[in-house]
């Protein structure tokens, strides 16, 4: 059993080639730079993770996390 409820930015629908990230280049995440480069195998909580068609939790970052949305969204 897992209990690592931490999400990869690669399974995130905004995570782009060369490791960008949309919601970052929409202004969407006051915590990341909008031309970060992300690590696609790094696991965190992310507010503005959006999941693809195959992720059975079809909640969104702000949803899974709460806490993290007060702090991560703009």
Do not use: S, V
Not at 4 to 26: K, M, V, Y
């Amino acid at each position: 059993m897992n209990d690592d409820d931490r999400i990869l930015c690669r399974d995130c629908e905004h995570f782009q080639p060369r490791g960008a990230c949309g919601a970052a280049l929409a202004g969407t995440l006051k915590h990341l730079a909008k031309h970060a480069r992300l690590d696609p195998g790094r696991r965190h909580r992310c507010a503005g993770y959006q999941p693809g068609r195959d992720d059975p939790d079809q909640r969104t970052g702000a949803e899974r996390f709460p806490g993290c949305a007060r702090w991560q969204l703009r």
